[in-house]
């Protein structure tokens, strides 16, 4: 049977969210999230909205943006693992890269973590550099090393031999062996075949260790969802089939955060404004990013205190998010985050019990978030509660109320102004050259603070903002990042022959999943660097290697600002594969302009404030601040100063006034 519906779901910290596209205007909903068993928030969701006999029936495909993965490494709850190297260097993951955060501390306290009692075990055998056997694993040494493997009880196992990205068959035969005893592997020359044997060894360890909960949670939720397809967001920005995902835990560590990115950049190009900073306020925390037309990736990401280095949205993470804690130290100081009231008992405007103030309160205080309007009018705020608790920070601080509540605020909005100045400042792009944009149920309340703080005339609040990241699921291109090391002195011939293998590759998993062959589109690139350096720029493939090398002196030259006379190196092969998702389309809004539904007084706001439903608001309608634009998922505050316009797709495009 076709496909009628399609549902993005995007689990957060606080609220899980739904978006519904099908015939006509986009469905919402927000449940609370079941972070001790998120699929039961899911369930709910679709009952909620009236779609188990769809899901039943085969006519609603299910695409997931998950944080269990996340959420297991961030409080350390992962499988028991053991880490298998060559004999000598089990150490390796321990030692690192002897980056120390504090840089001055000569004596710094030992940090007691998973890697502290990590169960290593080293295998005799040895590839060289050039993937050329110089000790063979032979039975005996084989049968020893996986003794002492059961010895330690493990759910889990991870692999990563010295050059194994070169020749994957020593890994190969210790896997097979443990997997024939009904344990769970995971192998480097698998998840990420390249040099870096301490990235790769940890990238392996977080798959292992993730995985049997990622699995088991994706068996239960597939079963639940049955005949519905489940499609998983990657931390890439495309989605792969549920039963891939299982086995690719590392791959899930932005899962949720990469939907955002896929409804950005999908947004820019309808809007012709490709160069965005992004912001994503949530309940809990804030993600921001920088768009330059496509979705910048990294290697050089970090889940806590692990290095991650599979390719993952380019992204930088604060805990300053709605329910993020304000609170008064010892020395009499202010501090908003990054702890959080969670969702229950929440802030203490949702009357939950909350004695604590947060971010929420102080928008509740001030009037910009409104009693009416909080998810529809579906949550009841209790603006005596949140009153009472910012009175009671005030009196620490030795302020009135609002004044309280105005200092919350500007705590927040630099906390956000910092992370977004850290993706583009500190990299050398100029905020004036973009346009801000904001999602995430909190966003559209700090946009334009924000954007004053960076000197950015420009903002977008999307249609749907506060669930964005869940519409921006069902858009994502199911997709493939394939990835192979190159030996120093390939041809370039023997390069054409990899890429045409790892094209097929992705082709073969991207039909499994039922694309095309003639859907599927790639793209080829080089990480390449100057010879001695280990830091690599991600280059287009051209077919004349000197076009190569002179875009490699370029591209160093605008990161870096130089370039040198030194050999260049080309370490990596790339190969994106994807498919764009045919998602159906929206329909334009009415021209008919809306009318304020009031106009109103608000604390520290001299001129009165117009009070608008944002679903009220027609095509090309322009709104001038201050002014509260309110829906379902969300509240936007426009600052005095600022003036809107609204687009044929609802979106509100605001600028700076002159």
Known sequence: MPLSFWLGVDTGGTFTDFVLLGDGEPRIHKVLSTPAAPEQAILQGIREMGLAEAMAAGELAVVHGTTVATNAALEGKGARTVFVTNSGIEDILRIGRQNRPELYNLTPAAQDGVLTTLPCEGAGCRLDANGQEIQALDDEALNELLARIHAHDPESVAICLLFSYLDGRQEQRIAGALRQAGLAVSTSHHIIPTRGEYERGMATWLNAWLSPKVAAYLQRLQQATKPAPLAIMQSHGGTIAAQQARELA?????????????AAQRLGEQLQQPQLMTFDMGGTSTDVA????DIRLTQQGR???????????????????????????????????????????GPACYGRGGQQVTVTDANVVLGRLQPDFALGGSLTLDVAAAGQAMASLGSQLGLDTQAAAEGVLALANEHMTQALRVISIQKGHDPADFALMSFGGAGGLHVCDLADNLGMHRAIVPQRAGVLSAEGLVYAPRKRELLKALPEGLSDADCQNEIHTLQAQGRQELEAEGVAADQIRYQVYLDMCYRGQSSLLQIPWQEDAGQREQAFHQAH??????????PVEQVNLRVQCQAARSAPSIPARSTQPGQPLRRDRLPGIDAEVSIYQREHLGNGQRLHGPALIAEAVGTTWLAPGWDARVDPQGHLLLEKRI
Do not use: K, W
């Open 250 to 262: 590392v791959n899930l560590l932005l899962s949720g955060p990469a939907g955002g990115l896929a």
């Open 557 to 566: 030259e605008r990161r870096f600002g130089h370039r040198l006379g030194l």
């Open 290 to 293: 920088l768009l330059d037309g």
């Open 303 to 345: 889940i806590g205190p692990y290095p991650v280095a599979v390719p993952m949205v380019d992204m930088h993470t604060i805990g300053a998010g709605g329910g993020s804690l304000a609170y008064v130290d010892d020395a009499g100081l202010l501090h908003v985050g990054p702890q959080s009231a969670g969702a229950d008992p």
